[in-house]
């Protein structure tokens, strides 16, 4: 049900991709309305999701997964009924809100159903699920799209979504002991709200504004004078939305910390490939998509191999060698070039899979595991909103030095793909902070927790 949830949403953002183009030709859009239909996604998810995992928290995640799902499969009905390109943006911002509502909830369930010793393997199936949902959803959408037109698309997900639902209305877990209802923190939440919808909306117009633009200058202006105010309010609020065994817990922020360094530089790395080889060597979005594909293929096996890797050596190894490995594979790919033989640059891609494996399976682990189940949904919310975060910067910095060095040189890489390396070797050191021994073994809590089912 988790891995479930988590694909379907993974699922619409690559098939989205696929289908902009003919979504744009039928409505007679213009490109910055086709990017709005992705922006406001993105904006609506990063905003709400740890205020979404605090509902959950305070309302229970069953409950907030099958809202979340019911209303995804609401709103991709209405965009494939939509007569206008308004439509479908505003239709997709409210599907990002109902995104929001169901993503932490698929970590917080697998935190409440799993003692620590198997919490590895089920996280290490969801992201080998998601991982799944990456790749074939290039594949999916662009056979629907040509056979059956960009509606279909999201057509499909509704049944779907709708199965998701029964299973959750089927499917029981324990509540978390100690979990008390407290009182939402509505400043609190407005505040954060604003700050990370802010955020991403600045650091997605980056590529087209550039760094020292007035819009990115005074987005990032807002977003600094809003955070310390959010900051105070949230040392004086009773009941914070981010409560104080989450915010002063070292191995949650450093998981945080090397999610957002790793995330940053590869999705960074693939913008910065991807970019070259479309517009460069003129190969079309799948052929791209499969010069990419050992990413995706390494990371899906490479999850069940990093869990037992936490299991045995702990999540400090582990994250170091997955952040090395990750650096390392994009190093590589800086120095193959998008032009490098299949075999070189497949090899350089493994790499990357592998590391990046290795990094999501071990800091999600981390992070849904330290902290008490009571806060699943906040951390569970603080996860997703990182892994929102980590690719918009990554795709920020790429696009920045890539613009400052294309001219000049007259290369379209440049070094953009050694400051990605470079930002994936900063997480070296969050990674150094985790916890260094192996997963502890269950205790008397499990089945206690499993009474109160």
């Given amino acids: 049900m988790s891995a479930a949830g988590a694909m379907v949403v993974a699922l619409d953002g690559t098939v989205l991709v696929v289908a902009q183009p003919s979504l744009q030709r039928d409505l007679a859009a213009s490109l910055t309305q086709v990017q709005w239909t992705s922006t406001g996604y993105m904006v609506a998810v990063a905003a709400l999701l740890v205020v979404a995992g605090r509902l959950g928290d305070r309302y229970g995640h069953r409950r907030m997964l099958f809202a979340g799902v019911l209303g995804f499969a609401a709103a991709s009905a209405g965009i494939a009924l939509a007569p206008a390109i308004g439509w479908v943006i505003g239709l997709r911002v409210l599907q990002g809100v109902f995104g929001a509502l169901l993503q932490p909830s698929t970590l917080a369930l697998l935190r409440l159903a799993y003692p620590a010793d198997r919490l590895g393997t089920a996280i290490a199936v969801r992201t080998g ?16 799209v040509a056979e059956l037109g960009w509606r279909t698309v999201f057509v499909l997900q509704v049944p779907i979504a709708v199965l998701i639902a029964a299973l959750t209305l089927a499917v029981r877990t324990p509540r978390p002991q100690g979990s008390v209802r407290t009182r939402l923190d509505l400043t609190g939440a407005a505040l954060l709200t604003v700050v990370l919808a802010l955020g ?3 650091l997605a117009g980056v590529p087209g504004h550039g760094w020292t633009a007035g819009p990115t200058l005074l987005g990032f202006l807002a977003v600094a ?6 900051a105070a309010h ?74 037992a890797a936490v299991r045995r050596h702990g999540p400090r190894r582990t994250a170091v060698a997955g952040t090395a490995l990750a650096a390392l594979g994009v190093a590589c790919v800086a120095r193959l070039g998008p032009d490098g033989s299949w075999a070189a640059t497949g090899a350089a891609f493994a790499l990357v899979g592998a590391g990046f494996a290795a990094v999501m399976v071990t800091a999600t682990g981390t992070v849904v595991g330290d902290a008490p189940a009571r806060y699943a949904g906040v951390v569970g919310g603080l996860k997703q909103t990182v892994m929102n975060i980590g690719p918009s910067l990554g795709i920020a910095v790429a696009a920045g030095v890539t613009a400052v060095e294309a001219p000049a040189t007259g290369s379209a890489l440049g070094s953009t793909l050694p400051v990605m390396a470079g930002l994936v070797v900063l997480g070296l050191l969050p ?8 997963a502890p073994r269950p205790t008397a809590q499990p089945a206690a927790e499993a009474g109160d089912a």
């Fill in 234 to 307: 949230e040392r004086r609020a009773a009941h914070p939305i981010v409560p104080a065994a989450v915010a002063r817990s070292l191995p949650v922020t450093a998981s945080m910390l090397l999610l957002l360094a790793v995330t940053s530089g590869v999705f960074g790395a693939l913008f910065a490939v991807t970019f070259v080889l479309q517009q460069g060597l003129g190969l079309g979005p799948l052929a791209a998509g499969v010069r990419l594909l050992p990413v995706t293929v390494v990371m899906v096996l490479g999850a069940p191999v990093a869990a």
């Fill in 431 to 438: 990674a150094s902070l985790l916890p260094a021994g192996p």
């Fill in 225 to 230: 004078g809003l955070s310390a105010v959010f």
């Fill in 129 to 144: 699920a998601i991982g799944v949902a990456g790749a074939a959803g290039p594949v999916v959408g662009g056979v629907v």
């Fill in 200 to 202: 991403v909306h600045t």
